[in-house]
């Protein structure tokens, strides 16, 4: 599997990006993908992530209503639309992807991963 994410830059609180992550390899729609970001000096974490049948996702608290978590599967890509953003925001952002059929919001389970694009917000 390989992942490209697209869509990071800079924006002012309150502004909104639509990150893109086009895959290629696997069938696009036999694998959950996951968004995760990391900051500078902290760990990264899981923002949100999505089922490969779309039926079920996942939030962190800090992000629940104002992040959106998609996939289009006949176009092989995932979306993390993020509005209302906020400087705490400002990160490096990763999708990832399992190497098997599963379903997590651990890390760990995550084994591909792409470049990561930088989102930045100023206050």
């Known amino acids: 599997v390989q992942l490209v994410e697209s869509g990071g830059g800079l924006v002012q609180t309150g502004g909104s990006l639509r990150l893109s992550c086009a895959a290629t390899?696997?069938?696009?729609?036999?694998?959950?993908v996951g968004w995760f970001r990391q900051a500078p000096g902290k760990e990264r974490e899981l923002v949100a992530a999505?089922?490969?049948?779309?039926?079920?996702?996942y939030y962190i608290d800090s992000v629940r209503g104002r992040f959106t978590v998609s996939r289009d599967n006949a176009e092989n890509t995932a979306y993390l639309q993020m509005n209302s953003l906020e400087p705490g925001d400002t990160a490096v952002y990763y999708c990832?992807?399992?190497?098997?059929?599963?379903?997590?919001?651990?890390?760990?389970?995550?084994?591909?991963w792409g470049q990561g694009t930088q989102v930045t917000v100023s206050s």
């Open positions: 999505i089922t490969a049948n779309r039926r079920s996702t």
């Open positions: 390899g696997r069938t696009f729609s036999t694998y959950a």
């Open positions: 990832a992807a399992p190497d098997s059929a599963i379903w997590s919001t651990t890390r760990g389970a995550y084994k591909y």
